[in-house]
């Protein structure tokens, strides 16, 4: 059976995207990689509440009421995608998973292989951002 995952993207007033480098283990998926944040759905949970656990978990972040981006379906899993506006100092950030955040503008991430296929997310992340400003 397929899983369901959620991540988020959030997006600077550069419109830079936060990433977070996984950590470099062997026994992970995507070792060494770097990903959007987020995670698994838990049993009896929705993918809104997982966001917003997993945020709190990983970096000390509330999302409540972020957005929903879209939702991918993957050959592995179903992905659920939300945003949020935030303008963190990445310097500052508490970090329990992975080895370092960073903000990437849009060429980067093009040049950039992403965990999970987080490059399809992006580039459509980065083409609804200039149809927004058309």
């Not at 990437?104 to 093009?110: A, G, I, R």
Request: glycine share 6%; with cysteine.
């Amino acid at each position: 059976m397929r899983h369901v995952g959620t991540s988020i993207i959030f997006f600077n007033r550069r419109h830079e995207v936060l990433l977070v480098l996984r950590d470099d283990k062997p026994s992970i998926a995507c070792p060494n990689m770097w990903d959007l944040p987020g995670g698994h759905v838990e049993s009896g949970e929705t993918p809104a509440e997982c966001i917003v656990r997993e945020m709190l978990e990983e970096i000390e972040v509330s999302v409540e009421g972020c957005t929903l981006f879209r939702v991918y379906e993957f050959s592995d899993r179903t992905e659920h995608v939300y945003s949020q506006a935030a303008e963190f100092d990445v310097e500052r950030m508490v970090l329990h998973e992975g080895q370092m955040l960073r903000w990437f503008s849009q060429k980067e991430t093009e040049a950039t292989e992403l965990a999970y296929g987080f490059n399809e997310v992006l580039n459509d992340f980065f083409k609804s951002l200039r149809e927004e400003m058309l």
